[in-house]
């Protein structure tokens, strides 16, 4: 198992350009995650995703920020245009539907982007 | 609004002795808790877990308890070793069986385990 796999590492971008992280689940996995983790506030989840359909994006900053699920190997978090204040690790992670037993979320190695 | 605070930055103990790494939450509807640790440039990985129907859970040299009056949780670590320096999360769900839930992180404790 390959486990959570996110593109690129890292990314530095300069201010206003649009930024594409990806992000390939564990195969079987229902759930996926996107969080950003910052100093101030620690990991902070910004979207989910149950089965391909965004659950919940309250935590999504601003309309700058969009993520897509096209199927389940694959997912995308764009933020158009970046800004300074985005620059941040941004982790994405999987988790199957537990049913009465033990869940827990598996992360990737993380995106760490630099705005410029 | 922060719901699971983690109030110690960073924390040194040395080899051998216990780290008690603490956290704090604010939603009383939390029911479910996990700690994460996290080597730099990695993912967070699973730690330890435990419900709210319990007080105490343990796991080779980890052992979190929950106190849901004070709505306080810790991570004992006996006996620290140095790897076992990393940053620890604490995190927290409102649990439904069937569904995987949301989890709200605090904001880290940094463990240094010295020689």
């Known amino acids: 198992d390959a486990g959570v796999i996110q593109s690129p590492r890292h990314e530095v971008t300069e201010m206003g350009q649009e930024v594409t992280l990806r992000c390939k689940p564990i195969s079987g996995h229902d759930y996926l995650f996107w969080y950003r983790q910052t100093m101030m506030r620690g990991l902070e989840l910004l979207i989910y995703f149950n089965n391909n359909v965004p659950i919940d994006d309250s935590g999504m900053p601003e309309d700058r920020f969009s993520a897509k699920m096209p199927n389940a190997s694959f997912s995308t978090l764009k933020i158009q245009p970046s800004e300074p204040r985005d620059s941040a690790v941004y982790f994405c992670?999987?988790?199957?539907?537990?049913?009465?037993?033990?869940?827990?979320?598996?992360f990737g190695s993380g995106t760490r982007l630099t705005v410029v | 609004d922060q719901q699971v605070k983690q109030n110690s930055p960073s924390l040194s103990v040395q080899e051998g002795r216990i780290s008690i790494l603490n956290c704090d939450y604010t939603n009383s509807m939390f029911d479910y808790f996990l700690w994460y640790k996290k080597y730099p440039a990695e993912g967070p990985t699973f730690l330890i877990s435990i419900s709210s129907i319990k007080d105490k859970n343990e796991d080779g040299r980890f052992t979190v308890f929950l106190n849901k009056s004070a709505k306080h949780l810790s991570l004992h670590i006996v006996p620290s070793q140095p790897g076992d320096s990393a940053v620890y999360f604490c995190a927290a769900s409102i649990s439904y069986t069937g569904t995987a839930s949301k989890l709200t992180f605090g904001t880290g404790t940094r463990l240094q385990v010295t020689l």
């Open positions: 992670a999987s988790s199957r539907n537990p049913g009465t037993g033990f869940w827990g979320y598996t």
